[in-house]
């Protein structure tokens, strides 16, 4: 059975640091392309990363240069290192698989984690 | 960037209603969209991929429809589950955005 859990949220002051981890089963996180979406109070759902099966990486332009998507083969799991936080990274945090169908290739997030808050304030 | 323009924000509607919801991406996205219901303190689920194919499971009073830049998400007959906000998201090339979200709320 696929499944993600996330961890590692908490409350953090602003300019601070923080490491969101989501732990796969039932599928290989390097063989498949794997994303973070987080939902902000009062907004909507905002793509934050997304990381191919070959390693690449790619962000949102409010994250760039702040945000580092790693992943743990050995665990088979994928992280987010979050720098220099701002108030406006407050927000619920998502893990998804980016589902990779035969002769359609990657297309939506199939299989979500339950997420994991993040509080940024002073 | 490609960017995602959804509307409505919000409707109301009643159950057994006709439902739709559009996406307009700001440049064409070869179908390359996803369709997502989203309830409070659950994860996103995901409805329709490549614009038109309905994930397994899915109802099918769920249908999404389009080309180019414009899609729609059409419910056929609105049932007491689907009250729920709704979201767009392309993923023809990084950065994978939403729509803006479609809240649809009972009348």
């Known amino acids: 059975e696929v499944q993600l859990v996330d961890s590692g949220g908490g409350l953090v002051q602003p300019g601070g640091s923080l490491r969101l981890s989501c732990a796969a089963s039932?599928?290989?996180?390097?063989?498949?392309?794997m994303g973070w979406v987080r939902q902000t109070p009062g907004k909507g759902l905002e793509w934050v990363s997304v990381m191919y099966s070959g390693g690449s990486a790619y962000y949102a332009e409010s994250v760039k240069g702040r945000f580092t998507m790693s992943r743990d083969t050995a665990k088979n799991a994928v992280h987010l290192e979050m720098n220099s936080l701002r108030p406006e990274d407050t927000g619920v945090y998502y893990c998804?698989?980016?589902?990779?169908?035969?002769?359609?290739?990657?297309?939506?997030?199939?299989?979500w984690g339950q997420g994991t808050l993040v509080t940024v304030s002073s | 960037d490609i960017h995602m323009t959804q509307s409505p924000s919000s409707l109301s509607a009643s159950v057994g209603d006709r439902v739709s919801i559009t996406c307009r991406a700001s440049?064409?996205?070869?179908?390359?969209l996803a369709w997502y219901q989203h309830k409070p303190g659950k994860a996103p689920k995901l409805l329709v991929y490549d614009a038109s194919r309905l994930e397994t499971g899915v109802p099918s009073r769920f249908s999404g429809s389009g080309s180019g830049a414009d899609y729609t998400l059409t419910i056929s007959s609105l049932q007491p589950e689907d009250f729920a906000t709704y979201y767009c998201q392309h993923y023809f090339s990084p950065p994978y955005i939403f729509g803006q979200g479609t809240k649809v709320e009972m009348k």
């Open positions: 998804a698989r980016q589902q990779w169908l035969v002769m359609l290739g990657p297309n939506g997030f199939d299989y």
């Open positions: 039932g599928f290989s996180v390097s063989n498949n392309y």
């Open positions: 440049q064409g996205i070869s179908d390359s």
